[in-house]
C-alpha cells in the first residue's frame, strides 16, 4: 500500500467513525407516547402508595397528628379529582 493509499483509507475510517458516532439515534423517536387514561393509570397507584406512605408515616410517630390530616385531606382530593377523569375517559 502506497502512502498516499493509506492517507486516504485513514480519512475513510475517520469519516466513518465520525458519522458512526455522532449520528442522531431515532430510539428515543420509536418510542410511543403515553395517552391521558395511561398517565392517570399510573398516577393513581403513585397517589395509593403515597397515601399507605403517609398512613406508616403516622402510626411510625413521624407525622404530627394535624399535618397527618392535611397531607391526607390532600391526597383524597387528587385522588378523588383523578378518578373522576379516569371514568370520564374510560366512558367516553
Known sequence: MT????LIA?????IALFVYTFW????FA???EKTRL?????RREQLA???RDLNFDLQSGKYPEE???KARTQLELETTQL??????????
Open 67 to 69: 399535618d397527618f390530616k
Open 3 to 6: 502512502p498516499t493509499q493509506g
Open 30 to 32: 420509536s418510542q410511543s
Open 49 to 51: 402508595e403515597n397515601l
Open 83 to 92: 378518578l373522576a377523569e379516569i371514568a370520564r375517559l374510560q366512558h367516553a
Open 38 to 42: 395511561e398517565y392517570l393509570l399510573e
Open 24 to 27: 442522531p439515534d431515532n430510539g
Open 10 to 14: 485513514g480519512i475513510l475510517l475517520s
